[in-house]
């Protein structure tokens, strides 16, 4: 899906339990160092998903998160101004991670590898995954702006959509850090598409 660089490293943690309430299913953590070895500690949360989900996840936190966190501190030719951490950050690695789960289900589609899984199962888990970051922006505007509370949400969102409570309660609360941002990343991923698919028409 895209180059990695000789240098990356990512150590995969099992998420201890007092850290489960608000890692529900994986996260990554970056430990930088801006002149040594940078890399990634990648957070996943045993459940009773199975090896689609699975495949899922490590699309989107290693091959999205992690590899673009090492890629962008070792190009010698990034500007130091575009690696360290800024408000920006969020948008960005969250709009290519998302990028990856759908270039990877296009490659799968295509015929181009075969990883012995059920292609259309994994479509289902990645247009169940955009269903859940529409519905983090959707909360982070409605909590925030006092339109729902967050009861009134999940009541919504589950009658909307037919996702469990549990499962949106899981991928919303835990997750509303600051006013904006999950909203951020959301239209960030959406940005990234868009400027994906003008490359594409130029043939990149």
Known sequence: IVSIHPDYKTEIVETPEFMRDFIPTAAMKTVADLTENPYNIFYVTPNNSDKIDLIQTIIHEEHGHCVNFINSLKNKENPLANILSSELEAPITEGISFQRESEFLEILQRGKIDIGIDIEELEFVVLKWIIIR???????????????????????????????????????????ALPGYLMSYFVGALKIEELQEKAKEKGK
């Open 134 to 176: 529409c519905l983090r922006a959707l909360y982070d505007v409605r909590i925030y702006t006092g339109t729902q509370s967050i009861i009134e949400f999940l009541e919504w969102a589950h009658k909307e959509t037919g996702l469990a409570k549990k499962e949106i309660y899981d991928q919303t609360f835990g997750l509303h």
